[in-house]
């Protein structure tokens, strides 16, 4: 009632960026610091009650504008030129005293890692009530109620009582909802969700979604979500503005941006990246057979695969899909022996494979290479690529000088990227590139087999495509086989030949490809699968409402 | 209270325990292997070699070593802790008053170094890399450059024999007045803080500066905190482990390394009464105040230990 009377005094137009300009001292090595611009001049209007959307891949400054709104410059970022113009003053000539009135009152942010945005060290309450104390909205009575009413309209799981747990004690998708409360607990006008789904398994993601679109429509608030997926965005927002090298590309109403983009760039994000792959047909004998194996962390104490049996055929790929905690790594992990399993048997090229890696000859572990998802810290900072890419051939093959640097030079080319990057650091490359590297690190090897533990998860979609991409065409040319970790199914359907698909420590369901993504489907590949967002609007109410289980939780 | 936490606490104080008796090994073994004989040290060099004989046989030396390790082990549990070579007297009540004159010495050095040490930590953290961070901890680094003998007779020369404010000599005794007593130990104790100020300080610096890049901190931040709400409430709790364990590893050494301090101001405490007997190599006496040292570092540590364990949420809330 207050909260409506109030609105009627404010400006109808909340946030009014204008010709918003940010820059950053960087340091790069062996050079002079220079300064450079992360946003050029970008405007954007948001109506009270509205939800505007930021699309874009990293780089594009979509989180730099949103903390913008909070006159907020992380990491040494300045905002050195433009107005933000919040309920009709530019908040950046506040001052810092001005500026944290503003802050965690008029506008609240929710964090894209919830377990790191809580501090560990205090109740989830206290730290929900916060910011309503500090601004003397409410009393610690009022605040509290407040926040358990809220708890209960984010759907959280005893709502009465959560508020006394620690951040540690509740999972990462229940957190994210109480970071959400928490924006939502001093009733500010706008609140910024930087990208709040983006590091939760797909299964928990739609609720978490769909409590925060709940939450938004319920209390009137205005909001800037940020995202790089579109689908994501598609169900929450009214307007949507895609944003790419910290330039505003193109900016419309939702319907509009996802159906009728107008710039090229747009219509790339919109368009669907489903690689056309045939799926390959079984060979008469598997060259990786893993039977009935159970691996355990803790001395056997925790179980985290039980009895998972899979073959892969000479040439092909077999996706391994599942949400966190699945078990999907900890497989690789037992086919690599570093986790040697307690029972069952792993054969590879018609032997069978010691369970410890201790055990097995260089033979077998240069014929089994891995590619990780997080390529920057798979490989040495102090190494060019030459000498990450050499070292499997002068280990494995003995190979020096020049002889070396020749094959080298190949294998870059193999991943399409020229000689020219041999010279260079990993923090000289992109993602993308640097994923690269590790693919050429891995194929010099010569290995009948790769695992590729989540090697997209972490790039940007067009980039990651690219990579995908790379992979079929080197499979063609190589005939290496594929163990392709992921909890992205796009991704299985553009590169499988088989799928197994993994619950809990077992797998769940198992063939190729074809047969799996194959109705009728049993109760948990179809959450997984209707789990996945749609380039539509209105595919969160419709989703929610056709499921047959609820998510695990993680 | 979980039982997780209390195994780990009790794990902590079996092992204190144990390492205290390793402790209590080497000191029996260190003061045994050194040079000079008892009996000829309490008699003197114009004793006959039966007096000698006989006096061994009356203190027991000459069983085997094991037996009297656990004789004088045994002793001490049941709060005897022998008599001193070189005046006769009962070492467990000789120690008695002067154990308590240099915990209360300690223990004041460290109400007032503790806090200030965490305080100018804070104001470091807060003003991080300014001239206020920088002058605080050139300061804090100086007094603890400057050997604590020095800073002692710095401090008597201006205070004791310039400005004539405190006593340069700390003499107490007993039934002296709280104030005369406190007057008595304002040079002492604050030789102590100057000497100890610094490492606690700059480890508070460090530690409150390697939360403050964690992700909840710039959470606080958005709420609108002022950046000294910030460092109290949301780093500063998650950097008591660190913190504790090094204010205990510095109160141990109020304790312990007071030795010089004591020998200065002539204060009759442990390090005084230490320094007097090694002089005349009253083993018994080196032994029992060796014993107490390791023991009070030891508890100092287990404390430290327990109160980390009991700092991490983690442990304290299990799942």
């Not at chain 1, 996802?258 to 060979?283: C, F, G, M, N």
């Not at chain 1, 925790?302 to 949400?323: C, W």
């Not at chain 1, 990227?417 to 260079?424: P, Q, S």
């Not at chain 2, 006989?54 to 037996?67: F, K, Q, S, V």
Request: net charge neutral; aromatic share 6%.
């Amino acid at each position: 009632m207050a909260k409506a009377q109030a609105a009627t005094h404010k400006p109808e137009m909340l946030l009014d960026i204008r010709d918003l300009r940010i820059e950053a001292r960087v340091y790069p090595p062996d050079e002079a610091p220079k300064t450079i611009t992360l946003v050029h001049d970008v405007s954007l209007t948001l109506k009270r009650g509205k939800v505007l959307g930021l699309i874009g891949e990293s780089g594009a400054g979509k989180s730099t504008i949103g903390l913008s709104s909070m006159a907020f410059g992380r990491g040494g970022v300045k905002i050195s030129g433009g107005q933000v113009l919040l309920n009709g003053r530019d908040i950046l000539t506040l001052g810092p005293a001005g500026v944290r009135k503003v802050r965690g009152r008029e506008v609240c942010y929710v964090a894209q890692s919830a377990a790191a945005a809580f501090n560990p060290a205090h109740k989830l309450m206290d730290q929900v009530v916060e910011a309503a104390l500090l601004h003397g909205i409410a009393t610690r009575a009022e605040a509290e109620k407040r926040a358990v009413a809220l708890f209960k309209k984010l759907s959280l799981p005893n709502p009465e009582t959560i508020g006394n747990r620690y951040p540690h004690q509740v999972s990462g998708g229940q957190l994210q909802r109480v970071m959400t409360a928490t924006a939502l607990c001093s009733e500010p006008d706008l609140i910024v969700f930087d990208e709040p789904t983006t590091a939760l398994d797909v299964t928990t993601q739609i609720d978490v979604l769909a409590a925060i679109k709940d939450a938004i429509r319920d209390t009137h608030v205005a909001a800037l979500y940020i995202s790089h997926d579109l689908a994501v965005v598609a169900q929450v927002a009214d307007e949507i503005v895609v944003l790419r090298n910290g330039r505003l590309v193109e900016r419309g109403d939702t319907h509009q941006i996802i159906k009728l983009p107008q710039q090229d760039y747009t219509r790339a994000l919109v368009a669907v990246h489903e690689i056309d792959h045939t799926e390959k047909q079984p060979s008469p004998s598997p060259m990786l057979s893993v039977k009935n194996v159970t691996a355990a962390y803790g001395g056997g104490v925790v179980k985290v695969l039980k009895n998972v049996s899979v073959d892969l055929h000479p040439g092909q790929t077999l996706a391994v899909v599942g949400e966190s905690g699945s078990g999907k790594s900890t497989l690789a992990r037992a086919i690599t022996g570093l986790l040697p399993p307690e029972q069952g048997s792993i054969s590879f090229d018609g032997r069978t494979l010691s369970n410890r890696l201790a055990d097995r000859p260089k033979e077998d572990l240069r014929q089994l290479q891995m590619i990780y998802q997080m390529a920057d810290v798979a490989m040495n900072p102090r190494q060019t690529v030459r000498t990450i890419i050499g070292r499997p051939l002068e280990f494995y093959f003995g190979m020096r000088g020049k002889e070396r640097d020749q094959r080298v030079a190949e294998l870059l080319d193999k991943i399409e990227m020229g000689t020219g990057f041999a010279d260079r650091y990993p923090a000289e490359l992109s993602g993308g590139q640097k994923q690269r590297v590790c693919i050429a690190r891995s194929l010099a090897a010569k290995p009948k087999l790769i695992i590729c533990d989540e090697v997209t998860s972490a790039l940007d979609p067009l980039v990651a495509n690219g990579i995908l991409k790379l992979l079929l065409d080197l499979q063609q040319e190589e005939k290496v086989a594929y163990l392709f970790i992921t909890h992205d199914l796009a991704t299985v359907k553009s590169i499988a030949d088989a799928i197994a698909v993994m619950y809990r420590g077992e797998v769940v369901r198992y063939g190729p490809k074809s047969q799996v993504l194959e109705p009728p489907f049993d109760a948990y590949t179809d959450l997984l699968l209707s789990s996945v967002p749609e380039m539509e609007q209105g595919w969160l109410e419709t989703a929610i409402q056709g499921r047959r289980m609820e998510s695990a939780g993680n | 209270m979980s039982s997780p936490i209390l195994k780990l606490i009790a794990q902590r104080i079996a092992l204190g325990l144990l390492l205290l008796f390793a402790v209590s090994v080497l000191i029996f073994v260190g003061t045994q292997i050194l040079p000079g004989d008892v009996a000829q040290s309490i008699l003197g060099q114009s004793a006959t070699a039966e007096s000698l004989a006989n006096l061994r046989e009356a203190l027991g030396l000459n069983d085997p070593a094991y037996i009297r390790y656990f004789k004088w082990l045994g002793g001490i549990l049941t709060g005897n802790l022998g008599t001193a070579l070189s005046s006769g007297q009962d070492i467990a009540s000789a120690i008695g008053g002067r154990l308590w004159n240099t915990l209360f010495l300690a223990f004041w050095a460290a109400v007032v170094s503790v806090p200030l040490a965490i305080g100018l930590g804070l104001l470091a953290v807060r003003y991080r890399n300014g001239f206020v961070d920088k002058l605080i901890s050139g300061l804090a680094l100086a007094s603890t450059s400057l050997p604590e003998f020095f800073i002692g007779y710095l401090l008597v020369y201006f205070f004791a024999v310039q400005w004539q404010i405190f006593p340069g000599i700390s003499t107490v005794y007993d039934g002296m007045p709280f104030l005369e007593r406190m007057k008595a130990i304002a040079l002492p104790a604050t030789a102590l803080t100057l000497v100890v100020l610094a490492h606690m300080m700059r480890m508070t610096r460090a530690a409150i500066l390697n939360v403050m890049q964690s992700a909840y901190i710039e959470t606080a931040e958005l709420k609108g905190l002022s950046p000294f709400e910030i460092i109290r409430k949301h780093a500063f709790p998650n950097a008591i482990a660190p913190v504790v364990n090094v204010v205990m590893l510095n109160l141990a050494y109020l304790i312990v390394g007071v030795v010089v301090v004591e020998v200065i101001f002539v204060y009759p405490g442990m390090g005084q009464y230490l320094v007097d007997h090694v002089a005349k190599r009253d083993v018994p006496v080196v032994q029992a105040v060796g014993l107490i040292f390791a023991a009070v570092y030891i508890t100092l540590n287990i404390i430290a230990d327990i109160a980390a364990i009991l700092a991490n949420p983690r442990l304290r809330h299990p799942k």
